[in-house]
């Protein structure tokens, strides 16, 4: 078995993974890391999923990167586009050679008396087990479990003849022409795989337990297009993402002040899409606020045009049963379908499902309260990167990986080995992690950690916030505290040295 020590651990080649490498890079040179990577490819989601119209629902200046420009005229950008830029990141600036693929992490265990992380990884390729250790773990892995989709248990599902497909395990050159297919779901994957599969398929039927908020929006900026135009790349670019960024957050906080008139709005906007004779309220007419879920995006109005021209359609109803020519509905009818697509979401899985264990006691997350809501209460050396459900993916994980270079280097300058965030407040009030109504995040909130009541265990889900609270915050707060470890304070002082770039 190989031992492979480093620096810091980066955890996943996606997104995230690769805004971490870059920061570890800039802020922090001499430090040694790597990135592990559980599957045999970099991009995370946007390399695991294949379904048809795969793409992004933000647009591309804020899941971007802020140090790497998006170019290309659609804001709104598909799979193959957002690998093109994957690659082209860590290529121009040299994170490639660190990433090392078909490694899964199974257990990760601290040991403060030597102020290491030790983990054990499974080698997929070659089948065999190696041991990394490192100081720091930056957590990049995602938010879902990337195996395996949700999927109820529907009554009947074996009886059916046809073919059952859940996006996230999608056929490679899958054929479905002159098919009639039937998309369980209404959210992102369902609003963008029925207009795509209606351009080939004899007829597409999204059917829906109840609506989702939905709205349509160009998939080219022409006044971000513009700006290209006039001004020098980064610049532009900066003020391109600063103007999205500054728009979801005003259009966030009028739906959360005024939910009704934002309800009206959206609603509003779909019946002048489909037209008066459409049943707008049974089918694009949630029972809930806007933003209590994220608002699903149909670029160009795709899905409004399939349904106007009859390639696809809408029904609003209970599915009974499965049955050999498609699905019984509790309303008596039946849909009919030779193709039934599951898109009926994900399972979270934080931190990707690694074992954790600190000090020999294994760690239960639902047990620890969330820090600036990247790291937890009595795990040390670890920050998770992870997204907000109101905004772009990239903008928190960004904040989030900068604080690890801000934090390794403040542990560097005052000798410090290990720090981590002590809840000892009594009058600190808990609750859940996320307030967000999405079924992948409620089947799973009493597994997740905490969140307090006010700063630092509070999670904001505002970008603007949390620039100051991630971004220009003291470290040195009186919450997070700093040590060193005698054993290593010892070690020292016989060898100085520190490790070079792997």
């Not at 160009?218 to 971000?224: G, K, M, Q, V, Y």
């Not at 459409?278 to 933003?291: A, E, L, Q, R």
Request: charged share 20%; with cysteine; proline share 5%.
């Amino acid at each position: 078995m190989q031992n492979t020590h480093l620096d810091v651990l980066i955890i996943g080649a996606g997104i995230s993974g690769i805004s971490a490498a870059y920061y570890l890079q800039r802020d922090c040179p001499t430090k040694s890391y790597a990135i592990l990577e559980g599957r045999h490819t970099l991009g995370g989601t946007w390399d695991l999923f294949k379904y048809p119209g795969i793409r992004s629902d933000s647009d591309m200046y804020t899941l971007g990167f802020a140090f790497k420009p998006w170019t290309d005229p659609k804001a709104i950008a598909d799979g193959p586009s957002i690998m093109k830029y994957l690659h082209e990141t860590v290529d121009e600036f040299g994170i490639r050679q660190h990433i090392r693929y078909n490694q899964m992490v199974i257990d990760a265990s601290w040991s403060s008396e030597d102020a290491l992380w030790t983990l054990t990884v499974n080698d997929k390729a070659s089948q065999t087990s190696q041991t990394y250790t490192c100081n720091f773990l930056s957590m990049c892995s995602g938010y879902y479990n990337y195996e395996k989709g949700y999927t109820p248990d529907f009554k009947g599902i074996e009886a059916f003849q046809g073919k059952v497909i859940h996006p996230q395990k999608w056929p490679e050159g899958f054929n479905y022409d002159n098919q009639k297919i039937v998309v369980i779901g209404s959210g992102a994957t369902a609003v963008t795989i029925v207009p795509e599969m209606a351009k080939k398929a004899a007829h597409v039927t999204m059917l829906q337990r109840s609506p989702t908020f939905v709205v349509s929006a160009p998939d080219e900026d022409w006044l971000a297009n513009l700006t290209n135009k006039i001004f020098p790349g980064k610049f532009a670019y900066s003020m391109n993402r600063w103007r999205k960024i500054l728009m979801q957050r005003f259009m966030f906080n009028i739906a959360r002040k005024y939910p009704k008139t934002m309800k009206k709005m959206l609603i509003g906007g779909v019946a002048k899409e489909l037209g008066e004779e459409f049943d707008v309220k049974t089918h694009f007419t949630p029972s809930y606020n806007p933003w209590d879920q994220r608002i699903c995006l149909v670029p160009n109005g795709d899905l409004f045009e399939s349904i106007k021209d009859n390639k696809s359609s809408v029904v609003t109803d209970h599915i009974e049963a499965f049955v050999p020519n498609g699905i019984q509905l509790k309303s008596g009818k039946t849909l009919e379908a030779d193709i039934i697509v599951t898109a009926t979401g994900l399972n979270l899985k934080l931190l990707g499902g690694i074992n954790f264990v600190v000090d020999g006691k294994k760690i239960d997350l639902s047990k620890t309260i969330s820090y600036r809501a990247m790291m937890f209460s009595d795990i040390p050396n670890l920050v998770l990167a992870f997204g907000y459900t109101n905004a772009s993916w990239t903008l928190k994980c960004d904040l989030s990986n900068q604080y690890v270079c801000r934090l390794l280097n403040y542990m560097d300058e005052h000798g410090h080995r290990q720090c981590v965030p002590k809840q000892n407040d009594p009058n600190l009030e808990l609750e859940d992690w996320l307030d967000f109504s999405s079924g992948y995040i409620r089947r799973v909130i009493d597994t997740l950690p905490k969140q307090g009541t006010k700063k630092p265990w509070r999670l904001d889900q505002n970008y603007l916030v949390d620039r100051k609270l991630i971004g220009n915050a003291a470290l040195n707060d009186g919450v997070l505290e700093f040590s060193a470890p005698e054993k290593v304070v010892e070690q020292k002082t016989v060898a100085v040295g520190s490790s070079s770039r792997q």
